[in-house]
Nanobody
Framework: VQLQASGGGLVQPGGSLRLSCAAS????????MGWYRQAPGKQRELVAH???????TYAESVKGRFTISRDNDKNTVHLQMNSLKPEDTAVYYC?????????????WGQGTLVTVSS
């Protein structure tokens, strides 16, 4: 199973970015999907999480600004980020929990850098 994340970049404060993460390979079922981030010198933290039934969870710091969504037909998860702040600067990682007909496992994407700066 491979995850390919895209959409990161440099944006000014108040701007928007949309991250996407596509899963491919030996996937039979995907349960939950999520985005995490790791800023320099900090631990990786959960940003947003979406269940197979579309229930969502957000970090307090991004509520009202970020929206997570998924396309089950394309095994893809998106993160729409609006009103970005400098403190949102981090490497963003996608993660899925998937069943490959043998076992359930967690899979991580390679990370995409988001820089919010004027």
């Amino acid at each position: 199973v491979q995850l390919q994340a895209s959409g990161g970049g440099l944006v000014q404060p108040g701007g928007s970015l949309r991250l996407s993460c596509a899963a491919s390979g030996s996937i039979f079922i995907i349960s939950d999907m999520g985005w995490y981030r790791q800023a320099p010198g900090k631990q990786r933290e959960l940003v947003a999480h979406i269940l197979s039934g579309a229930g969502t969870t957000y970090a307090e710091s991004v509520k009202g600004r970020f929206t997570i969504s998924r396309d089950n037909d394309k095994n893809t998860v998106h993160l729409q980020m609006n009103s970005l702040k400098p403190e949102d600067t981090a490497v963003y990682y996608c993660k899925i929990t998937a069943y490959n007909r043998i076992s359930w496992s967690d899979y991580w994407g390679q990370g995409t850098l988001v820089t919010v700066s004027s």
